[in-house]
Nanobody, 118 residues
Framework: QVQLVESGGGLVKPGGSLRLSCAASRNIFVGYPMGWFRQAPGKDREFVASINWNTVTTNYADSVKGRFTISRDNVKNTVYLQMNSLKPEDTAVYYC???????????WGQGTQVTVSS
């Protein structure tokens, strides 16, 4: 059973934008905070952003603040990550996650590749 499916990754030039989407099964989406992580080659997986169920509270890694925006559509069971002013260091596989507690995540998507290169 498909739970979290990311899309929207690709190749973009520095300074460009991408919007990632994560379509979730409703049974795991409703009522839960959602987030994004990323993992670059040879590096540990790192937190990028999160959003709570009512969309009021968002959190961002310092490295993406002011450039990335997380949002969600609770009717479409989808969470988004708008990425602007992309840098080569943003290159990574991006994963959609569900949070069951602060800093605890139980469902992960398969990931979508984002490559920032000229």
């Amino acid at each position: 059973q498909v739970q979290l499916v990311e899309s929207g990754g690709g190749l973009v030039k520095p300074g460009g934008s991408l919007r990632l989407s994560c379509a979730a099964s409703r049974n795991i989406f409703v009522g839960y905070p959602m987030g994004w992580f990323r993992q670059a080659p040879g590096k540990d997986r790192e937190f990028v952003a999160s959003i709570n169920w009512n969309t009021v509270t968002t959190n961002y890694a310092d490295s993406v603040k002011g450039r990335f925006t997380i949002s969600r559509d609770n009717v479409k069971n989808t969470v988004y990550l708008q990425m602007n002013s992309l840098k080569p260091e943003d290159t990574a596989v991006y994963y959609c996650v569900r949070a069951i507690a602060p800093t605890k995540y139980d469902y992960w998507g398969q990931g979508t590749q984002v490559t920032v290169s000229s």
